[in-house]
């Protein structure tokens, strides 16, 4: 293997040592773009916030579907009805994990409003796959449905919360079950997974909603909460350790 010395990050990376409590920085590119960089042990990620997460503009647009929805658009207008080919749709099944890679992240910062964006921007994907994809392949990416779609609709829950607005709350959460059990079914037991426990996970969450505003029981209801907290953390769990520390934030 050939050394090269030329391209060493060890400046960059001993000028912002890891901490795992200090991990992640938003800077500005030079072109005024808004960036989120995370420090990892051994590196640094970095994603775009605006457009695609890697930067790159498809056919100078701001990602995929913008491209393939003019394509849809214009097939359309032809008379036509657009296919997707292989290729097409590892494109956008591509393009759909670098949105799910900034989204997850996004959640755990409680940036809610960026995550609707990113998860409509891959349900919007999956409508598309759903429509035009008739590989069996297409079930690699659409056995997530239920999970993106979870994630879209307790992201707009807690936007809600957050203006102390707890009907609409949870009015986002069923119309979010009701999406997830009225979608057409894939065969694959991931599909039937998230499905049953994204189902599950909202309803308990429309139930934690009630009781944190109810007047009975809220003092008690803070320390298992509070507990919860400590077991998902303990777990990894961090899309729910999410979800409690801001739900914790309306007892303070």
Partial sequence: ??????????????SWPYDE????????????????????PLGIEQYNLNGRPDGQKPEGGDNLLEVYRRRE??????GGVLILGDEDFRSLREESLLYYYRYLILFQLGYYRRVVHDTSHNL??????????????????LQY?????????????????????????????????????????????????????????????????????????KKAFEESLAEELGRAVATEDYERAALIRDQLKHFK
């Avoid at 409590?21 to 990892?40: A, C, T, Y």
């Avoid at 658009?73 to 032809?78: D, L, N, Y």
């Avoid at 919007?124 to 990416?141: A, F, M, N, P, T």
Wanted: hydrophobic fraction near 35%; glycine fraction near 4%; aromatic fraction near 6%.
């Fill in 21 to 40: 409590k200090n991990n992640v920085r938003f800077i500005r590119n030079e072109d005024g773009s808004e960036i989120m960089q995370i420090r990892l």
């Fill in 145 to 217: 449905r239920p999970y993106i779609r979870r994630i879209n609709a307790i992201s707009n829950a807690m936007i809600y919360l957050a203006e102390n607005r707890e009907d609409e709350a949870i009015e986002t959460l069923k119309r979010g079950i009701a999406d997830i059990e009225n979608l057409p079914h894939i065969d694959s037991q991931v599909f039937e997974f998230e499905k049953s426990r994204s189902i599950r996970l909202m309803l308990d969450v429309i139930r934690q909603v009630q009781t944190i505003h109810s007047k009975v029981g």
């Fill in 73 to 78: 658009q214009a097939t359309k207008e032809s």
């Fill in 124 to 141: 919007k994907i999956c409508l598309l796959v759903d429509r035009y994809y008739q590989s069996d392949e297409r079930k690699e990416l």
């Fill in 1 to 14: 293997m050939e050394m090269r010395r030329s391209g060493n990050l060890s400046n960059i990376l001993n």
